[in-house]
């Protein structure tokens, strides 16, 4: 090989090298911050964000409507399961709106675990690396405090009620081998 060969090579070699290492980079850069998933796109509040939420309430606790298990406590901050070291996992985040009201349309997922128990309007505060979906108005955060209890009217309380039902008996039609249910948003 000659000495203009071998430049060549080098050339050619390196420009692969640093090709790979600028695919590497964006892999990471991709895990650092998320894309937008199906809508929801990535934004990092650092400052607290007022949000709502409606929640279940079970023997006098603060019970998350949908996993029957993330307690909320007034004033104490609840945190996501994973994500701690960067941006959590969607299905880690907890939902929330900026508007009463659409906290009071939700839809629960048929599969919920407290569709059946009384519902509270929550208001919170919620920071950290989160998510936004601009179509629906909902967010996804990783950190929320609840911060007081709105009351509810009779009236919102039987529809938030009407609706859970509803969700329960498409769960029990589910369940008798009805067909695959479509991805849930709460809107």
């Known amino acids: ?16 090298v640093l090709r790979k290492a600028q695919e590497s980079k964006a892999r990471v850069w991709n895990l ?7 809508g929801w796109t990535a934004v990092e509040l650092q400052q607290p964000l007022t949000l709502f939420k409606v929640v279940s309430s079970v023997k006098g606790d603060l019970v998350s409507t949908y996993d029957g298990v993330t307690q909320y406590e007034l004033g104490r901050w609840t945190r996501a399961k994973a994500g701690a ?6 299905d880690a985040c907890f939902y929330g709106t900026q508007v009463e009201s ?8 048929p599969n919920s675990k407290h569709l059946d128990s009384p519902k509270v309007l929550m208001k919170m505060e919620a920071y950290g690396k989160s998510y936004f979906h ?13 911060i007081s ?16 039902s509803q969700a329960a008996a498409a769960a029990a039609a589910a369940a008798e081998g009805a067909s695959a249910r479509s991805p849930w948003l709460p809107c």
């Open 85 to 90: 070291a960067g941006w959590p996992p969607l």
């Open 149 to 164: 209890l709105l009351p509810i009217t009779r009236e919102q309380a039987a529809e938030v009620m009407q609706r859970a």
């Open 32 to 38: 650092l911050v998320p894309g937008d998933q199906d």
């Open 1 to 16: 090989m000659s000495i203009k060969d071998t430049q060549e090579w080098y050339k050619h070699e390196r420009a692969k």
């Open 102 to 109: 659409k906290a009071l349309s939700a839809r629960f997922p």
């Open 134 to 146: 601009a179509d629906s108005g909902w967010w996804r955060v990783p950190n929320v405090r609840p």
